[in-house]
């Protein structure tokens, strides 16, 4: 359902107050759209002068945001016009924009380059003048229609002068186009000269006299940038007290104060993917620039498959290379871990790569001639450095930036800004379920940030663009909203029957089925309470399931899973199943790491281990080592993890009763019990139904009797490897009779041969 309350907290009068230019709108562009949204749609209403001013704010924003002619600007400003055109800011922005594309025009003669020489040659001189008039005479057809009372009257003031400064330019140009030609003297290049330095000085003066927002020049400082940047704080202050330290220490040595250690450029930017290192990176290459402590702002960026070599001496070869290229500069090192690797070997030439560069930060030839910038995740770059003394000591401690995660609402910050920059808006319903698309992304350490929520917004582009065709009969705003449909193809939901069907549709597990049911009731009902703001009482979701082989416990973990998803408590809902050898490794040091690698895999999800009693063989066993990471693992994921251990009931409760740590974490409990005689049967037949098999009564006689006289171990397992059997034996009876209806008939003879040859196995 759509919350309205944007919308219906914005007065109408506040919108009225916008009367000028020279004031920024009280929406921001995101805001106007979903409000013009409401107004076309007929979901809201504004009166004609409001919702005039609304198109009005809007080609202030687009005009901000677009430095060439934009075409939607004509429309929107048609539609305001519509609505009505007498109010003040509807003219002025009216006048202002045509001042403003005209001043593009303008820009693009480049006119700094312009300049002609007495000692240039007669063709040379011929090839400038007449390339100038084919500019100008461009430039003359660009023209702006006299606004009465316009707000920016100097506009038009210098837009005359513009104008006559080109027809006189253009007849001076055309009489000296004629002496070159002529092949006569007396070419006026001080008059030429004079007439490019008067258009320079009006152009200037033409550009500042447009409205703030529409000066193109305000370059803007590395600061303003980072000050503009989602989120990050702590390191906006960081770096801003870090600039204003260089620039004092700066301003010091001009003054002649003198200091033997000089302020360190080097820095390492750890942070996850996505969070903002390279662009950090560039920043700082900025200010450094700006500060005169480097030549230039370039930013060499690389990593190891740019430096490391495969053959002696190449890895300082590459490096030395890279070095020379960023003098001046900064060299950004990407994954910088990378180089020294845990495992490395005598064919690894990362550490060549290490020594090398800190020759090179500390030898007389290249020191303080440029930065270097390590880049990578935090722990890793920790450990990196920790290994390597000596390129650690080349950064200072105050020079380690560390760039957090971003929250929830930075994201959406982040996704809405995408979506604008790409002429789109998402409707306040396809946020609200975008932020649910994001969550599903977070489920573990591949999540990318802002970079995976980019990738999103443009997933949902696609997705529009994919199922859309212009037609120039529709509203406008059709080809900019993402409204919730447009999401549809990020669910990773399928057809699949409703999980709580699947379980009432299992055959048996009574006790079971109502377990799961008051479980899922609970999670739903505490689901309910958090987003109303009340207290939700703790879930206990890790669970154990016991019982004998073939008992279902595998199916219901499935179904489990998917009604955990379906309550909105696991992000993905899928299912991995591991052993003891999925997790247990044969030396040490390595159980622990592919513990956590099985625990990655299911985060999101629920991980099923099998036969979990396996894992303690004693305290010498390395299984220990895989318990006690899943008991760390389960503890640090708390909810994105669901961890259900399974096996025979009495192992099961010497293993979790043998260890404090599991037992503290498991407290739901489910015994599957064995399938009776009936229940048995009624597995059989469904079994043989799916294959679209028939049953005769008499076959239908001898199983129940079978079933009631024998105790079956393996239970379900067991009668789908009888029935496997009796399809096979069956197969073998009819092959040289051919009768077609036998090929749907399984007889007791069949399931006698299948039981003698299961029931041996068994």
């Known amino acids: 359902m759509r919350n309205q309350s944007a919308i219906d907290r914005v007065d109408e009068k506040e919108i009225i107050k916008w009367d000028s230019l020279k004031k920024n709108p009280t929406l921001t562009e995101i805001e106007i759209l979903r409000f013009l949204d409401h107004i076309e749609t007929q979901e809201h209403s504004y009166s004609e002068q409001a919702t005039s001013i609304l198109y009005c704010m809007l080609v202030f924003h687009r005009l901000k945001r677009h430095t060439q002619e934009d075409y939607l600007v004509e429309t929107l400003l048609d539609k305001a016009a519509s609505y009505d055109e007498t109010v003040t800011i509807y003219q002025s922005i009216q006048s202002v924009k045509a001042y403003f594309y005209f001043y593009t025009q303008f820009k693009k003669l480049s006119l700094e380059t312009w300049s002609i020489r007495e000692t240039d040659f007669d063709p040379a001189k011929l090839k400038k003048v007449k390339s100038w008039l084919e500019q100008l005479e461009i430039l003359q057809k660009e023209t702006v229609q006299k606004q009465n009372k316009p707000e920016y009257p100097q506009l038009e003031n210098y837009y005359r002068d513009i104008k006559e400064t080109i027809v006189d330019f253009t007849g001076t140009l055309e009489d000296t186009i004629d002496l070159l030609e002529a092949k006569r003297t007396g070419v006026p290049v001080k008059e030429l000269n004079e007439s490019v330095k008067k258009l320079i000085y009006l152009q200037e003066a033409f550009h500042h006299s447009l409205p703030e927002f529409l000066q193109l020049s305000n370059v803007k400082k590395p600061l303003d940038k980072l000050d503009e940047m989602i989120g990050l704080n702590d390191v906006k202050r960081y770096i801003s007290q870090y600039y204003h330290y260089l620039k004092y220490q700066k301003e010091r040595k001009q003054m002649g104060f003198q200091m033997t250690d000089e302020p360190e450029l080097h820095m390492v930017i750890t942070g996850n993917p996505g969070t903002g290192k390279t662009t950090i990176a560039r920043l700082l290459a900025e200010i450094y620039y700006e500060l005169g402590l480097l030549d230039t702002k370039e930013v060499t960026e690389v990593n190891r498959s740019h430096l490391v070599g495969s053959y002696v001496g190449q890895s300082e070869e590459n490096t030395m290379s890279y070095i020379k290229q960023s003098l001046g500069g900064i060299l950004f090192i990407d994954e910088a871990y990378s180089l020294k690797r845990q495992e490395q070997s005598g064919s690894d030439y990362g550490q060549a790569v290490i020594d090398t560069l800190v020759s090179a930060m500390t ?334 009564q008499q076959a239908e006689n001898y199983l129940l009797k079978q079933y009631q006289a024998n105790n079956t171990k393996g239970n379900g397992r067991f009668v789908v490897n009888l029935v496997d059997e009796a399809i096979q034996f069956q197969a073998l009876r009819i092959e040289e009779i051919r009768n077609s209806n036998d090929f749907l008939i399984l007889k007791q003879e069949d399931f006698e041969k299948a039981w003698q040859t299961v029931k041996g196995d068994n």
Not at 604 to 612: N, W
Not at 627 to 649: F, P, R, S
């Open 363 to 696: 030898g007389k030839e290249y020191a303080n001639k440029f930065a270097v910038i390590l880049a990578g995740y935090p722990e890793e770059m920790r450990q990196f450095l920790r290994s390597n003394p000596g390129l650690r000591s080349r950064f200072p401690e105050q020079n380690f930036i560390t760039l957090p995660d971003f929250k929830m609402n930075e994201l959406i910050q982040i996704a809405e800004n995408t979506a604008l920059n790409n002429d789109y808006f998402f409707t306040e319903e396809a946020l609200n379920r975008f932020s649910g698309v994001i969550d599903r992304a977070k489920v573990d350490d591949t999540f990318g940030n802002a970079r995976t929520v980019r990738d999103l917004v443009l997933k949902a582009i696609f997705k529009k663009g994919a199922a859309e065709t212009i037609d120039t009969n529709e509203n406008w705003l059709d080809h900019m909203r993402i409204d919730a449909s447009d999401l549809d193809i990020m669910d990773d939901t399928t057809d699949d029957e409703e999980p709580m069907r699947q379980l009432d549709n299992l055959i048996g597990l009574s006790n079971i089925k109502e377990e799961v049911k008051k479980l899922s009731s609970f999670v739903k009902i505490q689901q309910e309470r958090k987003k109303k703001g009340y207290p939700s009482v703790p879930i206990q979701l890790h669970a154990v399931f016991s019982g004998n082989p073939g008992t279902g416990k595998t199916t219901v973990a499935k179904i489990y899973s998917q009604l955990l998803k379906e309550c909105g408590l696991l992000k993905r809902g899928h299912f991995v199943l591991a052993s003891r050898s999925d997790l247990v490794a044969g030396y040490v040091g390595q159980t622990a790491i592919k513990t956590k690698h099985k625990i990655r895999e299911a985060l999101g999800g629920v991980l099923f281990i099998d036969e979990a009693y396996a894992l303690f063989r004693g305290e010498n066993d390395f299984g220990k080592e895989a318990i006690d990471t899943l008991v760390d693992e389960m503890t640090k994921h708390n909810e994105n993890l669901v961890v259900i251990l399974a096996g025979y009931q009495n192992e099961m409760e010497r293993f979790i009763d043998s260890n404090p740590g599991l037992a503290s974490r498991f407290k739901k409990y489910f015994h599957f019990l064995d399938y009776n005689p009936t229940e048995l049967l009624d597995i059989t037949l469904y079994h043989v139904s799916r294959y679209q098999y028939q049953l005769e």
